[in-house]
């Protein structure tokens, strides 16, 4: 079983930046896709961002294209979303999960996916 822990998150002005991380607690670490999701109240969860057990490809919404950056560093088992020109709609709960890189980017993630607890982060306009 792979816990996944975010941190992160916070309150930030409308073109600021924020990075999150996502720790997990398995050696398997390395084995999984990892994506970034969101959820803002009322909303459905979205897909923002994923990459691969290698790190070697990436895919990203096309709200968030150019402004997010997803990487992981495997000796750490943890995955970033660097956040930059952050804007009032970006405000969510962003959860990590860990599945299949390829159900990650068509935001379809398996019955066996792994999710985060979530973490706040709210742009202020």
């Known amino acids: 079983q792979v816990q996944l822990v975010e941190s992160g998150g916070g309150l930030v002005q409308a073109g600021g930046s924020l990075r999150l991380s996502c720790a997990a607690s398995?050696?398997?670490?390395?084995?999984?896709?990892m994506g970034w999701f969101r959820q803002a109240p009322g909303k459905e969860r979205e897909f923002v961002a994923a990459?691969?057990?290698?790190?070697?490809?990436?895919y990203y919404a096309d709200s968030v294209k150019e402004r997010f950056t997803i990487s992981r560093d495997n000796a750490k088992n943890t995955v970033y979303l660097q956040m930059n020109s952050l804007k009032p709609e970006d405000t969510a709960v962003y959860y990590c999960?860990?599945?299949?890189?390829?159900?990650?980017?068509?935001?379809?993630?398996?019955?066996?996916?792994?999710w985060g607890q979530g973490t706040q982060v709210t742009v202020s306009s």
């Open positions: 999960a860990a599945d299949s890189y390829l159900r990650l980017r068509i935001a379809s993630p398996s019955q066996s996916v792994y």
């Open positions: 398995d050696r398997t670490f390395s084995k999984y896709g």
């Open positions: 990459i691969s057990s290698s790190g070697g490809s990436t």
